[in-house]
C-alpha cells in the first residue's frame, strides 16, 4: 500500500526533494532497513517467469543483489511480513504450466509478486546467504519503521510512499538504487514539507487525508470529489489539482480531529480512532526495548526450499 498521489505529487510537483545520495560511506557503515516486499516485487520483475517459478535464477540474482551492497560495508536488514506457510499453495505456484492446467490461464506477474510464498522464498534465500531477516507480527508498515527507529538504522529502502510519512525516517526509493555505484533517490522531507506548506509532523495527518493504509482512497471518496468541485482537471492525476485544498486541513497548529472527523469522514470515522492512528504513524509510543522477530524456518518451509529453491539452511 502506497499513500494515495503522494509519489506523483513528488515526481511532478516537488521533485527538489528528490536528493541524490550514496549508500555507500567510508566514514561509517550505513545500515538500512530493506522493505521486503518492495524487494520481493523488484527481483521477481527482473527475472523471467515464462515458464512457471525461475527460482535458481531468483537465488542467483538475489545473492548477487545483497553481496554487491555488503561487500562495500553497508549493513543490511530485511523485513518480510509475517504469513504462515502453506506448502501445497506453495507447490502450485512453482510451474507456470500447473498454474494453467488448475485454472486454465497464464499466470501473470502479480500473482508471483503478491503470493505470501514468494516473501518466504526471499526470506530464505536471504538467511541462507547470511543476511539478517526478521519478520513483523501484524502491522507491517509501523512494525518495520519501529525496528529501523529503535535500531537508528541510516534509512529505508523501499518503494512505498507510506514510509515518508511514519516516523520521519528517511526513505531511499529501492527503485533508483544502482547496486554498483550505490547511487540512489532519497526523499527529502523538509523540502517536500517547505513545498506543501506543513510542518514534518503533519505528514502523517495529510497521508489519512490522501488515503493509506488503514483508511483506504474509497472512503475519501465523497471528501475528494468535493474538493475537486469547481476545479477541472489540470493534470491527469486528481490528486495532484486537490493537493493544495487538503493542505488546508491540515496546516493548523493545533489538529482538531472532531472537526476532521465531521466534515472529511462525515462521521463514518470516529475522533478518537483518527487521532490513536496519527499518534502510531508518528511513533510515539514506540518501546526502546522493543526488539524485531527473527524470521523463523518452519519445517515445511525448509523441505520446500531444499526440494524447489535448492536451497539448503544447514
Known amino acids: ?181 550505490g547511487n540512489v533517490k532519497c526523499v527529502d522531507n523538509g523540502v517536500l514539507c517547505k513545498n506543501l506548506g506543513l510542518k514534518l509532523h503533519q505528514l502523517s495527518i495529510l497521508s489519512f487525508l490522501l488515503g493509506n493504509t488503514v483508511l483506504s482512497v474509497a472512503k475519501l471518496d465523497r471528501f475528494h470529489k468535493k474538493l475537486r468541485h469547481g476545479l477541472g482537471n489540470s493534470t491527469n492525476n486528481p490528486v495532484l489539482d486537490i493537493m493544495p485544498r487538503i493542505c488546508m486541513y491540515v496546516r493548523p497548529s493545533v489538529t482538531n480531529y472532531f472537526m476532521l472527523a465531521r466534515t472529511v469522514f462525515h462521521e463514518q470515522i470516529e475522533a478518537k480512532f483518527l487521532e490513536e492512528k496519527v499518534s502510531e504513524y508518528r511513533l510515539e509510543n514506540v518501546a526502546a526495548d522493543w526488539q524485531p522477530y527473527s524470521f523463523v524456518v518452519e519445517e515445511s518451509l525448509m523441505l520446500y526450499s531444499k526440494q524447489v529453491v535448492k536451497v539448503s539452511l544447514f
Open 1 to 181: 500500500m502506497v499513500v494515495h498521489g503522494l509519489d506523483d505529487y513528488i515526481d511532478v510537483k516537488c521533485e527538489s526533494s528528490l536528493k541524490s545520495e550514496c549508500i555507500f560511506s567510508t566514514l561509517c557503515r550505513p545500515h538500512f532497513f530493506v522493505d521486503g516486499v518492495s524487494f520481493t516485487y523488484q527481483i521477481i520483475r527482473k527475472t523471467s517467469w515464462i515458464f512457471g517459478g525461475q527460482w535458481k535464477e531468483i537465488k542467483r540474482e538475489v545473492t548477487t543483489y545483497v553481496e554487491r551492497i555488503q561487500s562495500r560495508g553497508t549493513k543490511l536488514t530485511f523485513v518480510m511480513p509475517h504469513y504462515p506457510f502453506n506448502t501445497s499453495s506453495a507447490i502450485r505456484i512453482n510451474s507456470g504450466l500447473d498454474y494453467a492446467r488448475l485454472y486454465g490461464t497464464a499466470p501473470n506477474f502479480d500473482f508471483y509478486e503478491h503470493h505470501p510464498t514468494s516473501y518466504h522464498v526471499i526470506a530464505v534465500i536471504l538467511a541462507d546467504i547470511g543476511v539478517d531477516v526478521v519478520t513483523t507480527v501484524s502491522n507491517y508498515h509501523l512494525e518495520l519503521a519501529s525496528f529501523a527507529k529503535i535500531q537508528n538504522a541510516t534509512g529505508i529502502l523501499s518503494n512505498d510512499s507510506e514510509f515518508i510519512v511514519i516516523g520521519n525516517i528517511p526513505l531511499y526509493r529501492l527503485s533508483t538504487l544502482d547496486v554498483e555505484s
